[in-house]
C-alpha cells in the first residue's frame, strides 16, 4: 500500500505561505524520515496527512485513491505532547479504550503498566503517556503511522523502548511510518530512506 501526498500547499494566513506544493510518498513497508528546522512546517504537513487539517490544497491518497474522512481514518498521527492529546477528566483506561482495547500482549509489549490504567493523565510521566499514545494510533485499521517528534522529550532509554516496540509492531503488521524529527542520529538508525524538508517545500 502507498501513502502519497502530492502538492500539498497550505498558509494560516494571506501574509504567510507554510507549505508549497510538498509531495512525497511511502510504502507500507517503509520507514522514512522527515528532517527539518523547528517551525518550518512540518508538523502542519503532519496534520494534513492525517486528516486533522483539511483546508490545503493538494491530495493525499492511499493506493492513489482519496481517503474518506469517515469511519476510521488510516493515517494515525501521534504527537510530541501526548499530555494535550487526553482528556484530564478521563482515566487511563477509558483514554485508551475510547480508541479501541489492545490485548494485553501488545500493552506488554509497549510496557504498559496495568496499574497506569486507573491513573489520571497528570499522573504520569511524559514517557507514560507516550506509550498510551502510541498503543491507540495501533488500532488494526491502522495502515500508516505518523511520527512527529514521538521521542524529543524522552530520556534515552525510553526513546530506545519505543521506538524498538513500534518498528517492531509495524514491521510485523505491514505499516508504514513517517518518523519527523530534528535528530539526524535517530533517523539514520531506524529509517530506510531520509527526505530534507527544505528539499521537498518550494517556498
Known amino acids: 500500500m502507498d501513502l502519497k ?9 494571506k501574509k504567510r ?21 523547528s517551525g ?7 496534520k494534513i496527512i492525517s486528516g486533522y487539517i483539511s483546508n490545503y490544497s493538494g491530495k493525499v491518497t492511499l493506493d492513489d485513491k ?20 487526553m482528556n484530564p477528566k478521563w482515566k487511563m483506561d477509558k483514554v485508551l479504550n475510547e480508541a479501541w482495547a489492545p490485548t494485553q500482549e501488545l500493552k506488554d509489549t509497549f510496557g504498559l503498566k496495568d496499574s497506569w490504567l486507573t491513573r489520571w493523565p497528570n499522573e504520569l510521566s511524559g514517557g507514560e503517556l507516550q506509550r498510551f499514545s502510541i498503543l491507540r494510533a ?14 524529543t522529550m524522552l530520556d534515552a532509554v525510553t526513546q ?11 514491521r510485523t503488521n505491514n ?15 531506524i529509517c530506510d530512506d531520509i527526505l530534507y524538508f527544505k528539499d ?3 517556498i
Not at 502530492?6 to 494566513?13: M, R
Not at 481517503?67 to 492529546?85: A, G, N, R, S, W
Not at 488500532?139 to 521521542?151: G, H, L, V, Y
Open 40 to 46: 518550518s512546517g512540518k508538523s502542519t504537513l503532519c
Open 66 to 85: 482519496e481517503i474518506p474522512d469517515k469511519d476510521y481514518y488510516p493515517v494515525q498521527l501521534i504527537f510530541q505532547h501526548p499530555e494535550k492529546t
Open 138 to 151: 495501533l488500532n488494526p485499521k491502522t495502515k500508516f503511522i505518523i511520527a512527529d517528534e514521538i521521542s
Open 200 to 202: 521537498i517545500n518550494h
Open 17 to 37: 505561505q507554510i507549505l508549497k506544493d510538498v509531495s512525497l510518498s511511502l510504502n507500507s513497508n517503509q520507514i522514512v524520515g522527515l528532517i527539518g528546522d
Open 175 to 189: 505499516i508504514g511510518i513517517l518518523a519527523v524529527s530534528h535528530d539526524p542520529e535517530l533517523l539514520e538508525v
Open 160 to 170: 530506545v523502548q519505543i521506538w524498538d516496540a513500534l518498528i517492531k509492531h509495524c
Open 5 to 13: 501526498a502530492e502538492n500539498i500547499s497550505f498558509s494560516y494566513n
